[in-house]
């Protein structure tokens, strides 16, 4: 069964930039359309953003337009959230997610997740 491992989150500094991978493991994720989602601490996690299997279609959510852009290598089974132009507010736990539906965009429309990865941005 195939295993979602997100890497790249840290702290950084209101202005700068991370970029968060999404790999496979256990399996190919190329055939997966994969979703970006996050969650602040008392906060409902919240769509950021996904891409279709063949990084064909990207959507984000409004909060991450212009700042954030997705794609996949499916080559090197992973995915990517390059996040630029941080926030404060964008501080959360960042989770990939795997779903074979379409052009998902909410939590029940994805069947794998990832353990998620700490971002911190501050002021």
């Known amino acids: 069964q195939v295993q979602l491992v997100e890497s790249g989150g840290g702290l950084v500094q209101a202005g700068g930039s991370l970029r968060l991978s999404c790999a496979g493991s256990?399996?190919?994720?190329?055939?997966?359309?994969i979703g970006w989602f996050r969650q602040a601490p008392g906060k409902e996690r919240e769509f950021v953003g996904r891409?279709?299997?063949?990084?064909?279609?990207?959507a984000l959510a409004d909060s991450v337009k212009g700042r954030f852009t997705i794609s996949r290598d499916n080559a090197k089974n992973t995915v990517y959230v390059q996040m630029d132009s941080l926030k404060f507010a964008d501080t959360a736990v960042y989770y990939c997610?795997?779903?074979?539906?379409?052009?998902?965009?909410?939590?029940?429309?994805?069947?794998?997740w990832g353990q998620g990865t700490q971002v911190t941005v501050s002021s």
């Open positions: 891409i279709t299997w063949s990084g064909g279609s990207t």
């Open positions: 256990g399996g190919t994720i190329s055939s997966y359309n």
């Open positions: 997610a795997a779903t074979t539906k379409y052009m998902a965009t909410t939590l029940r429309e994805y069947t794998y």
